[in-house]
């Protein structure tokens, strides 16, 4: 499964950004999809996830700011960032979670600037 992001960039706080994941197989074949985030000196962490059956999942975080959704005939899932904040500052990532085997895309930075 090969994972490509894009629509990172930088945007000041308050700002939206939306980010795409375009997986290289059908979507609904993945068991979860999910973005994760690292910031430097920082573990990576869950942000949003969405499972194949369309139930989502949010970091505290992120809550009432991200939403996760996904496009079965694109085979991309999004994250809607709205409401951004400088500590939202990081590489996200989008990963697959196929059977027992984790896929992760190459990431992408977005950075929110006070």
């Known amino acids: 499964v090969q994972l490509v992001e894009s629509g990172g960039g930088l945007v000041q706080a308050g700002g939206s950004l939306r980010l795409s994941c375009v997986a290289s197989v059908s979507i609904f074949s993945i068991n979860v999809m999910g973005w994760y985030r690292q910031a430097p000196g920082k573990q990576r962490e869950l942000v949003a996830s969405?499972?194949?059956?369309?139930?989502?999942n949010y970091a505290d975080s992120v809550k009432g700011r991200f939403t996760i959704s996904r496009d079965i005939a694109k085979n991309t899932v999004y994250l809607q960032m709205n409401s951004l904040k400088p500590e939202d500052t990081a590489v996200y990532l989008c990963?697959?979670?196929?059977?027992?085997?984790?896929?992760w895309g190459q990431g992408t930075q977005v950075t929110v600037s006070s």
């Open positions: 969405i499972t194949g059956g369309g139930s989502t």
């Open positions: 990963n697959a979670y196929v059977y027992v085997v984790d896929y």
